[in-house]
């Protein structure tokens, strides 16, 4: 089992920027999709953005499209979201996640692997 260990949350202005990071402790990290997801109160696990196992692909839900940005450095066994122009509806937990295929998905289903989250709260 791969485990996964985000950081970078925290608390920051609307409008403000923030870049989580998430390590994986696995020697297939570099043969794998990851992707991100969020959290909220009574809200579902949504998606937001998944990066093939080269980096060379990447996807976005609509919702943070244009804002966030999704990569990774897999010498460093890791997947970077890099989030601006925050809004306080991104007030939520986000997990990164592995799958166990090269190429992205969006489907919780297809990852077998979650991290235990990080809190973002943007404040208005």
């Known amino acids: 089992q791969v485990q996964l260990v985000e950081s970078g949350g925290g608390l920051v202005q609307a409008g403000g920027s923030l870049r989580l990071s998430c390590t994986a402790s696995?020697?297939?990290?570099?043969?794998?999709?990851m992707g991100w997801f969020r959290r909220s109160p009574g809200k579902e696990r949504e998606f937001l953005a998944a990066?093939?196992?080269?980096?060379?692909?990447?996807d976005y839900a609509d919702s943070v499209k244009g804002r966030f940005t999704i990569s990774r450095d897999n010498a460093k066994n890791t997947v970077y979201l890099r989030m601006n122009s925050l809004k306080p509806e991104d007030t939520a937990v986000y997990f990164c996640?592995?799958?166990?295929?090269?190429?992205?998905?969006?489907?919780?289903?297809?990852?077998?692997?979650w991290g235990q989250g990080t809190q973002v709260t943007v404040s208005s």
């Open positions: 696995s020697r297939t990290f570099s043969a794998v999709s």
């Open positions: 996640a592995a799958t166990h295929m090269y190429y992205v998905q969006s489907r919780v289903g297809d990852y077998h692997d």
């Open positions: 990066v093939s196992y080269n980096g060379g692909s990447t």
